[in-house]
C-alpha cells in the first residue's frame, strides 16, 4: 500500500529538485573551450551596424603587391554555404575573372585577439585563411556589394568542415565569435592593451531559464532534433515521401520578425501566404521576393532544468513569418531577430558532440513535450 506514496514522493523529490536547479544563481553557458597545445583559441569581434548584415573586419592581401592590403567587410553566415564576392569588387582588388566565375581568394586575414595559451604580452593577433572560394556574381543595380558587404562566407568555408575542431562559437548578444585554430595560421603582433578580455554576458535576471538546443544534420546543414509548425512536425511531399521540419540558424537573415521559410516547405505545410503584398529582400547576388504569412504556433525542442536533461519545447504563438518565394527547397531560417526576441545571451556553439544553440529564456515560453501534437495516423 505504500509504493504509490513512495512514488508520489520521488516524483515530488523531483519536482523540488528541478525548482532548486532553475532558482539557483545564474551562471555561464559554457565553459571556456581550451585548444591542445598545437592550437590558439581567438576571438573576433563582429558587429550588424554599418551594414546591418552579422559582419567582421578583415584584410584581403592585393594579387600583385604582397605589401599591399585591401581592407573589407566580410558578411558571415554561421549556416553552411557558397562564398561569394561581387564581378566588380573582384576586379578592384586585382584578381582575373575565372571563366567559371568562381575565383578563389589566396588569403584572407583576420585581425583578432587571443583568448588561449594566455600570452605574455598583448592580445592581439591574426589569422590567415587561405584559397577561400567565391562565387562571383553581378548584383543588380550595377552593385559591388554582397549583403551590403564586400564578402560573403560561411562556416563551411572558416573550418573546411573541421566544426568540431575549431569549436566556433557565435555570441550573438556579446556580438563575437571564438574559435580555435592551427598555430600555424596565426601570426601574434604582441601588440593591444594586455588587460583580461571580457567574459562572455550573464544575465542576473534568476527567473529567466537556461536551455540547449541539441542539433541533427540535414543535407550537411545543423538543424534542431525537433521542430514543429501548427502541430505539424512532418509533410508531405507530391511523390508521397514525408519531410520534416527542418529549422536551421542564420546570422545573414535578418528579417525583422527573425523567421524565414521557403516556399517549399509553406507548400506542404499548407500555409496561406499573402498575395499582392511581396517584399523585395537582398540576396547574395539578386533580389529575393519574399511574402509574409502568419502561424499559429512554432516550435523548437530543448532542454533544460538540472544539467540540461529536462525535454521542453519552446513555443512561440501567433508569430509573423516571411517566405521565400523563389526557393522550393524544404528548409526553415531562424535569425538574430528571433534570437534578440526569445532569448538572452544567445550563444551558438559547436562543441565535439555537435551544433547546439544555447541561451535563456522566460519560463513561460516552454512547454512540455507532452502538449506536442500527435502525428496523424497514414
Known amino acids: 500500500m505504500r509504493a504509490p506514496f513512495r512514488l508520489a514522493l520521488s516524483f515530488a523529490m523531483f519536482g523540488l529538485a528541478f525548482a532548486a536547479a532553475e532558482a539557483q544563481e545564474p551562471g555561464p553557458l559554457l565553459k571556456p573551450a581550451m585548444p591542445p597545445t598545437s592550437s590558439t583559441r581567438v576571438r573576433v569581434q563582429t558587429s550588424e551596424e554599418n551594414p546591418i548584415f552579422f559582419h567582421f573586419a578583415a584584410k584581403v592581401t592585393d594579387p600583385k603587391q604582397k605589401?599591399?592590403?585591401?581592407?573589407?567587410?566580410?558578411?558571415?553566415?554561421?549556416?553552411?554555404?557558397?562564398?561569394?564576392?561581387?564581378?566588380?569588387?573582384?576586379?578592384?582588388?586585382?584578381?582575373e575573372v575565372p571563366a567559371n566565375r568562381v575565383g578563389v581568394l589566396p588569403e584572407l586575414v583576420i585581425p583578432c585577439s587571443q583568448l588561449a595559451p594566455k600570452l605574455s604580452k598583448g592580445r592581439d593577433t591574426e589569422v590567415r585563411l587561405t584559397n577561400i572560394k567565391l562565387e562571383i556574381v553581378e548584383p543588380p543595380g550595377d552593385g559591388d556589394t554582397v549583403l551590403l558587404s564586400d564578402l560573403l562566407i560561411s562556416i563551411q568555408e572558416l573550418t573546411r568542415g573541421a566544426d568540431?575542431?575549431?569549436?566556433?562559437?557565435?555570441?550573438?548578444?556579446?556580438?563575437?565569435?571564438?574559435?580555435?585554430?592551427?598555430?600555424?595560421?596565426?601570426?601574434?603582433?604582441?601588440?593591444?592593451?594586455?588587460?583580461?578580455?571580457?567574459?562572455?554576458?550573464?544575465?542576473?535576471?534568476?527567473?529567466?531559464?537556461?536551455?540547449?538546443?541539441?542539433?541533427?544534420?540535414?543535407?550537411?546543414?545543423?538543424t534542431f532534433s525537433y521542430a514543429s509548425v501548427d502541430g505539424q512536425a512532418t509533410y508531405k511531399l507530391p511523390?508521397?515521401?514525408?519531410?520534416?521540419?527542418?529549422?536551421?540558424?542564420?546570422?545573414?537573415?535578418?528579417?525583422?520578425?527573425?523567421?524565414?521559410?521557403?516556399?517549399?516547405?509553406?507548400?506542404?505545410?499548407?500555409?496561406?501566404?499573402?498575395?499582392?503584398?511581396?517584399?523585395?529582400?537582398?540576396?547574395?547576388?539578386?533580389?529575393?521576393?519574399?511574402?509574409?504569412?502568419?502561424?499559429?504556433?512554432?516550435?523548437?525542442?530543448f532542454l533544460t532544468g538540472s544539467n540540461l536533461k529536462v525535454?521542453?519545447?519552446?513555443?512561440?504563438?501567433?508569430v509573423t513569418i516571411v517566405v521565400d518565394r523563389n526557393n522550393s527547397s524544404h528548409f526553415v531560417w531562424i535569425g538574430p531577430r528571433f534570437l534578440d526576441a526569445h532569448f538572452t545571451d544567445p550563444v551558438y556553439a559547436c562543441e565535439p558532440t555537435g551544433w547546439k544553440l544555447y541561451g535563456r529564456v522566460k519560463p513561460e515560453l516552454l512547454m512540455d513535450i507532452k502538449t506536442r501534437t500527435p502525428p496523424k495516423k497514414p
Not at 567587410?73 to 564581378?87: E, I
Not at 535578418?254 to 499548407?270: E, K, S, V
Not at 519574399?290 to 499559429?296: D, E, F, P, R, T
Open 67 to 95: 605589401d599591399k592590403s585591401h581592407d573589407v567587410v566580410v558578411a558571415f553566415d554561421c549556416l553552411p554555404g557558397k562564398g561569394y564576392v561581387s564581378l566588380k569588387k573582384w576586379k578592384s582588388w586585382g584578381f
Open 164 to 222: 568540431r575542431a575549431f569549436e566556433t562559437r557565435v555570441y550573438f548578444g556579446d556580438k563575437f565569435m571564438e574559435f580555435t585554430v592551427p598555430n600555424a595560421v596565426v601570426k601574434r603582433l604582441g601588440t593591444g592593451d594586455d588587460t583580461p578580455l571580457p567574459e562572455p554576458a550573464v544575465s542576473p535576471d534568476k527567473d529567466l531559464l537556461p536551455v540547449v538546443g541539441p542539433m541533427t544534420i540535414y543535407h550537411g546543414v545543423p
Open 239 to 301: 511523390e508521397g515521401k514525408n519531410e520534416t521540419i527542418n529549422v536551421g540558424v542564420t546570422s545573414t537573415m535578418n528579417w525583422p520578425d527573425g523567421i524565414m521559410m521557403t516556399i517549399g516547405t509553406a507548400r506542404g505545410l499548407g500555409i496561406m501566404v499573402e498575395q499582392g503584398k511581396d517584399l523585395k529582400g537582398i540576396g547574395a547576388g539578386f533580389d529575393a521576393m519574399v511574402g509574409k504569412a502568419k502561424l499559429k504556433e512554432f516550435r523548437l525542442g
Open 311 to 318: 525535454p521542453k519545447d519552446l513555443v512561440v504563438k501567433d
